[in-house]
């Protein structure tokens, strides 16, 4: 399986070190170049610069087609480079949690997985342990999604 990255998710995963389950999920994991940018913005958390810094070896890094992109509105850099390298590559799927960006993502036929939906994976896989992935997510600046849906994935994976 292969897909693209936004930056909050894999910034959130770098955050709370569960990166290493992209790897054993995905065959690929395409970083846009502008996701490449904002994680290594001074603003960004030393460990999240340190690791883009040094990519690991599974991550690959490419820019979105100018003319794509300009298809695709009202999105952030990122969200829009990684929308428009899923279409143009016919990747399996985005990984973002932007509402607006899932709508975006959604109006052009690509599947989109959020940060929640990587743990949950990953916790099935017995890859890691779901609950203290959350735990370690709520001691950062996570948005997190309504109460409800936190509950249902809870559910699902005990």
């Known amino acids: 399986m292969i897909v693209v990255s936004d930056t909050t998710p894999i910034h959130y995963l770098i955050l709370i070190g ?6 054993e999920l995905f ?3 395409i970083i846009p170049d502008v996701v490449v940018s904002e994680m ?3 603003k960004a ?3 999240v610069q340190g690791w883009i810094a040094n990519l690991p070896a ?7 087609s100018e003319k794509l992109m300009q298809t695709i509105s009202g999105l952030g850099k990122g969200e829009t480079a990684a ?10 799927a985005v990984l973002m949690d932007d509402r607006r ?16 939906a990587l743990l949950e994976l990953a916790s099935l896989n017995q890859l ?4 203290e992935a959350i735990d370690d997510l709520a001691k950062t600046n996570f948005h997190f999604p309504p109460d409800q849906i936190v509950k249902e994935y809870l559910r699902r994976v005990r």
Do not use: M, Y
Not at 58 to 64: D, E, I, K, L, Q
């Open 18 to 23: 569960k990166e290493f389950i992209l790897p």
């Open 27 to 29: 065959t690929e994991i």
């Open 40 to 42: 290594s913005h001074p």
């Open 45 to 47: 958390p030393q460990r």
């Open 58 to 64: 599974w991550a690959a890094t490419c820019a979105g």
């Open 83 to 92: 929308i428009a390298i899923a279409i143009e590559r016919k990747v399996d």
């Open 101 to 116: 960006a899932i709508r975006e993502a959604s109006k052009n036929g690509v599947t989109t997985l959020t940060t929640f």
């Open 128 to 131: 890691i342990d779901f609950e």
